[in-house]
């Protein structure tokens, strides 16, 4: 995936934070925009129990659907950041193989929803209580994959943790 991103260098946000950041370079973003819905989006659908608390809500899922359909527009209250994990193995295990179905929960006065796929770290924002659009992937006005380190990632952390205790049960 590196070397399909372009330049990299450091993004200050809205409220002072700082991460590394790629110009998409060659990806293109409409279409990763589209994909990272639709995997959001089917999640909620199916109502499965391995995608537990996956559901986008009526409202939501009904903007996304529209939006997929081709038939609205990005939801006005989502923001879709993505990461580019930029260490490739945590513990031994190959982020760059790695596959986390969508998982969501609340955060304060936002609901958020994440998967991990292939060393991208897709994370999704839903609310009326957002942070500005500036690393949102499908609103800001320069669209950033930011680099991430994937052994600090809470997602990363939660997965291993479950692979462990999976290996432990035998």
Request: with cysteine; net charge negative.
């Amino acid at each position: 995936m590196l070397e399909l991103v372009g330049a990299r260098h450091r993004e200050t946000n809205e409220v002072g934070e700082t991460a590394e950041a790629f110009d998409p370079g060659k990806v293109d973003v409409d279409i990763l925009v589209r994909f990272a819905m639709s995997v959001f989006w089917r999640a909620h659908a199916v109502r499965h129990e391995l995608c537990r608390n996956a559901s986008l809500g009526t409202k939501y899922g009904e903007e996304v659907r529209r939006f997929l359909l081709g038939e609205g527009e990005f939801p006005k209250n989502a923001r879709l950041l993505t990461y580019l994990f930029e260490d490739a193995t945590v513990l031994g295990a190959s982020m760059d193989l790695a596959m986390c179905l969508p998982v969501g929960a609340r955060s304060g006065k936002h609901h958020f929803h994440r998967f991990i796929l292939c060393g991208l770290y897709f994370h999704l924002l839903l609310g009326n209580d957002l942070p500005p659009r500036g690393l949102c992937l499908h609103h800001a006005e320069q669209k950033l994959l930011v680099l991430a380190p994937a052994s600090q990632s809470g997602i990363v952390v939660d997965l291993l943790g479950m692979m462990e205790r999976e290996i432990q049960r035998g």
